[in-house]
């Protein structure tokens, strides 16, 4: 990828003052999203990868979080977020860059109707007519795929199902032709066979309207699934970054390659499709994520490695370039992370 | 120092107009190390402070009541004697550090005693009700059915009711005394106790340490007062302090109305009510027992904001 | 899809409620120590009248058979006869009620306009200089007795600055607002004490939901979404505790009118308590309920009104 990317994050940190001490969620996070690419972040609870997003956007609360570093969005003539103020960020949400979150029943005033709060976000950067409105927003709801939208446009969204919610807050994101849509964990608080329909949905989208994406998400096979590029976090940093393709089948940080063991495995089948072998067992990661207050020296995954010798204890190691073209980690022993187990 | 925008960095919220609420900026990473740590500093002063509020709500009561009790000590004069050559002194006058009423009584001698009667309302009309209610709510919502329908439609009348006037009814019916002030509240009163404690009950006895008590054969007594209520108890401590208030304002309304204390008697009320009627000569004769209710009235109000954080924060 | 689905449930329990006031208010005549018909005609004692009234109150017959002659003279709207001021209680009653209404909704209305925008900015910015000064304020508010609080607004605006009359209903609609504007602060002002504090709680759970985000990321400004999310979602909540601290101000009412000399029910109340006059403190104490009953009513319509999901609720 050669061309300028859209948004440029660099050396971001984000730290939450809290009564038990400093936080520090976002310790030191460079990515970059390029136009019409889909980006998957992935990792742990408390990896630090929702409030990446968040910070990105200039969401995160004033009074507890603290930012350094620079988020930059191109287009926009290098419009630096961090420091934007509050009308220019207004500006460039909804209509340069948009959010959908993990919860839909949450993530709409109840009190509302569904058909309200896509209008407002319908009208919120251009003058509209109310009928020119109303054409927009029943349109928006056919391509996001919520059938006898005229009628769903009144009703209020405990009248919603889980998936036709999500649906509907996609439609909301993309009301203003937004060039980047973030997606924090949209499809976690939803059962399998919609997470399925809705991550279509997505990248249906994403390949209509060529917007960039940037996908959250604990679970490896979603951002597997969907995403052209991957970062992985650890703790408050990033420990992998490269193509899907590099780092599923060569994985180059030790956390990477347990993420991708611990996926569940089929069970075996030989060639006639027969039972043949029985399920290896789950592999899951022993221990947990250190604590981010107390965040300790050196390799932060190093007391869970299964590959860390007492130097890692010690080493602060930056991403480096494992030779793969755009493949980095976190680890001096890149080289002698195996493959994945079948 | 931080850069940009319209808002300074570390607003708790935002401008109102303008759209506030982002986060502060730092330029390197040591600097944002720097206010983070300081403000989660602040953090932790504010919670020291709530403590604070606990503390001196506890030592205003104790003034109020040692004071109280100890009116014969503090002030030579009686509450009572009439002294026809220096009605209506105004405060700081020799002898009278509060003034003198309109029969030459003592002010503050007035006060002092008067208390004693408010402050008995206080903690007599509150804690039995506070006991009483609370009985009667753990019984309702632990045993449910017809029991606990029964004894809410009693609460549910009570409600309808506006309790001042409904307490005014009784007392009189019953004829005016302090005494009677005591039955009017108790009758009235119990309710808000029994809905709180009715409605804590009821999810109390679905926690799975109810259920353990019950496999293990523990009679309902046992199991509503042993187990049930000291993990719910807080809500009724807490409301206690709100009602104690509310208390002492409802004596002094009645003494005001010429409901409960009656004269020679000092209470709060009913020397608000006559001095009200020296209000363009004298004003402290109604300005100063309204003010030893306040006092009173927001050391209950600290004590129960400040076990209101005490007891939230071991919740959370 | 009815969004009153519950009503007629509602409209069933008003009536329970209703009949269990008439039940309350009936046993009230019969907690007075000694003969009833004494107590009522007091001075207007003679045989005959003792006679006649035995029999109308049906003093010699079985009690349910005495509820039954009450509620159906109820239904007549004859609330008995008062022998002090010689008319039907009806009729007294009826001429005491327009100061009392027009203060409850003035006080109503007045009360809205003090809290919500201090409530509102107050959650708003948390620990600023509204929400500190507010909460400092209304802490000494709530222990102040409303009726005193009503006398120091007198020495303040009446007897020293002479901005408001003493006491009074005033003639026409301009001099009804104009004397009862201190009566009707001191209610709001002890009302708006609760009314800060949850929408203070509201706002700020609301500002922390997650479709505040989404409205953000809209490119809405945030002056809209203040108002259409945030303070439209805050209100809802308390609307709840609007409506049931509303009915506990007709209590402030009755204090309120006493002190300045309102001709409402409530100085009806008080005057007819020490006057013994039964019937009518009987018939104010029964109108006082219904107006809450009419109230709490009132509220469920609105809150059904403005939060959809209400009339979804099954059951209560």
């Known amino acids: 990828m050669t061309e300028q990317p859209l948004l440029t994050v660099t050396d971001l940190h984000c730290y939450l003052a809290t009564r038990q001490g400093v936080v520090r969620a976002v310790d030191g996070v460079s990515l970059a999203v390029h136009e019409a690419e889909v980006l998957g972040i992935v990792g742990e609870s408390g990896c630090g990868k929702s409030v990446t997003c968040r910070t990105i956007v200039g969401l995160m609360p004033a009074g507890i979080a603290h930012t350094s570093g620079e988020v930059i969005y191109h287009p926009r003539g290098d419009q630096s977020i961090l420091t934007a103020s509050p009308a220019q960020l207004r500006s460039l949400r909804g209509s340069q860059l948009a959010m959908i979150f993990q919860d839909p029943m949450t993530a709409l005033n109840p009190v509302r109707t569904v058909g309200d709060q896509l209008l407002e976000a319908v009208t919120a950067h251009v003058r509209l007519s109310r009928s020119q409105a109303r054409a927009r927003a029943l349109d928006l709801l056919s391509r996001v795929g919520i059938p006898a939208p005229a009628r769903r446009m009144n009703d209020y969204p405990f009248q919603f199902s889980g998936g036709m919610l999500q649906r509907a807050l996609i439609a909301i994101a993309l009301a203003s032709s937004p060039r980047l849509l973030l997606a924090d964990e949209p499809t976690t608080s939803l059962d399998v066979i919609i997470q399925d329909q809705i991550l279509s949905l997505l990248l249906e989208l994403q390949r209509d309207t060529g917007m960039s994406m940037i996908l959250v998400s604990h679970d490896l096979a979603v951002i597997t699934e969907v995403c052209d590029r991957i970062v992985v976090m650890y703790a408050g940093q990033i420990v992998e970054e490269g193509t899907v393709a590099d780092i599923i089948t060569a994985p180059r940080h030790p956390y990477t390659r347990a993420l991708l063991d611990a996926l569940p495995q089929p069970s075996h089948q030989d060639a006639d499709h027969q039972d043949a072998g029985p399920r290896g067992p789950l592999r899951s990661i022993p221990g947990s994520p250190p604590s981010l207050i107390d965040v300790p020296g050196g390799c932060r995954f190093a007391p869970r490695c299964p590959l860390a010798v007492s130097e890692c204890l010690t080493w602060d190691t930056e991403l480096l370039k494992t030779g793969e073209q755009d493949h980095l980690a976190r680890c001096w022993r890149h080289q002698e992370v195996g493959r994945p187990q079948p | 120092m931080s850069a940009g925008g319209t808002g300074s960095g570390d607003l708790s919220t935002g401008d109102l107009t303008t759209g506030g609420m982002r986060a502060a900026w730092a330029a390197s990473p040591s600097e944002l190390l720097m206010k983070a740590a300081a403000k989660a500093a602040s953090r932790r002063r504010s919670t020291v402070r709530r403590r604070l509020t606990l503390i001196a709500g506890l030592v205003m009561l104790a003034i109020a009541i040692v004071a109280v009790l100890l009116a014969p000590v503090l002030v030579s004069a009686s509450p009572t004697t009439i002294d026809a050559l220096h009605p209506l002194a105004s405060p700081l006058t020799a002898g009278h550090l509060l003034g003198t009423d309109q029969f030459g009584r003592d002010v503050l001698a007035r006060i002092l005693y008067g208390g004693r009667i408010d402050l008995a309302i206080a903690f007599g009309a509150t804690s039995v009700t506070l006991v009483g209610g609370t009985i009667i709510g753990l019984v309702a919502g632990y045993l449910g059915g017809r029991v606990d329908a029964i004894l809410m439609r009693l609460v549910d009348l009570f409600f309808a009711f506006p309790f001042l006037v409904l307490i005014i009814a009784i007392v009189a019916m019953l004829g005016p005394s302090i005494f009677n002030m005591f039955i009017a509240i108790w009758i009235t009163s119990w309710v808000s106790y029994a809905r709180i404690m009715r409605a804590q009950t009821v999810v109390a006895k679905k926690q799975q340490y109810v259920l353990a008590a019950r496999a293990l054969g523990y009679g309902p007594v046992r199991v509503m007062f042993r187990h049930i209520l000291p993990n719910v108890a807080s809500a009724v401590i807490i409301f206690s302090m709100v009602d104690a208030v509310g208390n002492i304002i409802l004596a002094a309304s009645l003494g005001f109305l010429g409901l409960g204390a009656q004269p020679p008697a000092p209470e709060w009320g009913t020397m608000i009510s006559d001095g009200q009627n020296y209000l363009l000569s004298s004003w402290w004769l109604a300005t100063l027992p309204g003010l030893a209710v306040v006092f009173v009235g927001v050391a209950f109000s600290l004590i129960g904001d400040g076990l209101t954080d005490l007891l939230r924060a071991g919740e959370r | ?316």
């Open chain 3, 1 to 316: 899809m009815s969004r009153f689905g519950s009503f007629p449930r509602r409209l069933v329990h008003v009536v329970i409620v209703l009949f269990g006031i008439t039940l309350v208010t009936f046993f009230l005549l019969r907690l007075i120590p000694g003969d009833p018909a004494l107590a009522i005609l007091g001075s207007s004692y003679t045989h005959t009248r003792a006679v006649a009234i035995d029999s109308t109150l049906g003093l010699n017959r079985p009690i349910w058979s005495q509820y039954g002659l009450f509620m159906g003279r109820l239904f007549h709207g004859n609330l008995g006869f008062s022998f002090f001021y010689n008319q039907a209680a009806t009729t007294v009653i009826g001429n005491h009620i327009a100061p009392t209404i027009f203060l409850i909704i003035y006080s109503a209305v007045l009360a809205l306009v003090i809290s919500f925008p201090i409530g509102f900015v107050s959650g708003l910015r948390r620990g600023g200089v509204t929400d500190q000064a507010s909460r400092v304020f209304f802490t000494l508010s709530f222990a102040m007795p409303g009726f005193w609080l009503g006398i120091i607004l007198i020495l303040i605006f009446s007897v020293h600055l002479h901005a408001f009359p003493i006491s009074g209903f005033g003639g026409g609609l301009a001099g009804h607002l104009y004397s009862l504007f201190l009566p009707a602060l001191t209610i709001a002002l002890g009302f708006s004490t609760v009314l800060v504090r949850s929408l203070r709680a509201a706002t700020i759970t609301t500002l922390q939901a997650e479709f505040i985000d989404t409205a953000r990321m809209k490119g809405v400004g945030w002056s809209q979404v203040l108002w259409r999310h945030v303070f439209r979602n805050a209100v809802l909540a308390v609307v709840a505790v609007y409506g049931v601290n509303l009915a506990y101000l007709i209590s402030g009412t009755v204090l309120v009118e006493n002190v300045f000399s309102l001709p409402g029910l409530g100085t009806l109340l008080v005057s007819s308590v020490s006057d013994r006059d039964y019937p009518v403190v009987q018939g104010v104490t029964l109108l006082f309920a219904v107006l809450i009953v009419a109230i709490n009513l009132l509220t469920d319509v609105v809150q059904a009104a403005l939060d959809p999901r209400v009339g979804q609720e099954i059951g209560e």
